[in-house]
T-cell receptor, first 111, second 115 residues
Framework: SQQGEEDPQALSIQEGENATMNCSYK?????LQWYRQNSGRGLVHLIL?????REKHSGRLRVTLDTSKKSSSLLITASRAADTASYFC???????????FGQGTRLTINP | GAGVSQTPSNKVTEKGKYVELRCDPI?????LYWYRQSLGQGPEFLIY????????DSGLPNDRFFAVRPEGSVSTLKIQRTERGDSAVYLC?????????????FGPGTRLTVT
């Protein structure tokens, strides 16, 4: 079963705009990771945020984590056509090494 | 360096047949994971190896599924008596493992189609 729920399920914006995706989860976690997937194949790791962190940056990416609300957000600034992909949040559940993925947000950047 | 590789990239098999899917992890990564992804869904965990042993196989759907990692590097996912519902992309990932929690690096996947 999948723990995370991404919101929105699909997002379409113009190139240059910012894109925000949200993720909610249910159980206690030790970390949360965001991945990008193109064309339904391999996932590319974007960023990992640990449960004791609140915000993390990597290039044009900004991730926040609110463990009290069991939610995270991914912000992509100054979007590019190449950012078109599906984005998944995945939680590292306490006491286990596996990742539990949400259903993803399909992001489309229009030129 | 080389990433995670998976072979074959595509596999078409008839219902009831046996298939093997192979994963070569990143060199030096002691942890290896198998996930399965159906169309429009996120990946679902199948099994996790730490070294040669299966540390968590709670995601294997039934006893038709089995995985091995005999030398702590390459892993093979084996599916017996395949069913149409087994059709999916099978993803392998590896990580440094050990204590704490590390980023998982995914291979390109094997798309399995059972006809």
């Amino acid at each position: 079963s999948q723990q995370g729920e991404e919101d929105p399920q699909a997002l379409s914006i113009q190139e240059g705009e910012n894109a925000t995706m949200n993720c909610s989860y249910k159980t206690s976690i030790n970390n949360l990771q965001w991945y990008r997937q193109n064309s339904g194949r391999g996932l590319v790791h974007l960023i990992l945020i640990r449960s004791n962190e609140r915000e993390k940056h990597s290039g044009r990416l900004r991730v926040t984590l609110d463990t009290s609300k069991k939610s995270s957000s991914l912000l992509i600034t100054a979007s590019r056509a190449a950012d078109t992909a599906s984005y998944f949040c995945a939680t590292g559940v306490q006491g286990a090494q596996k990742l539990v993925f949400g259903q993803g947000t399909r992001l489309t950047i229009n030129p | 360096g080389a990433g995670v590789s998976q072979t074959p990239s595509n596999k078409v098999t008839e219902k009831g047949k046996y298939v093997e899917l192979r994963c070569d992890p990143i060199s030096g990564h002691t942890a290896l994971y198998w996930y399965r992804q159906s169309l429009g869904q996120g990946p679902e965990f199948l099994i996790y190896f730490q070294g040669t042993g299966a540390a968590d196989d709670s995601g294997l759907p039934n006893d038709r599924f089995f995985a091995v990692r005999p030398e702590g590097s390459v892993s093979t996912l084996k599916i017996q008596r395949t069913e149409r519902g087994d059709s999916a992309v099978y993803l392998c990932a590896s990580s440094l493992g050990g204590t704490g929690f590390y980023e998982q690096y995914f291979g390109p996947g094997t798309r399995l189609t059972v006809t």
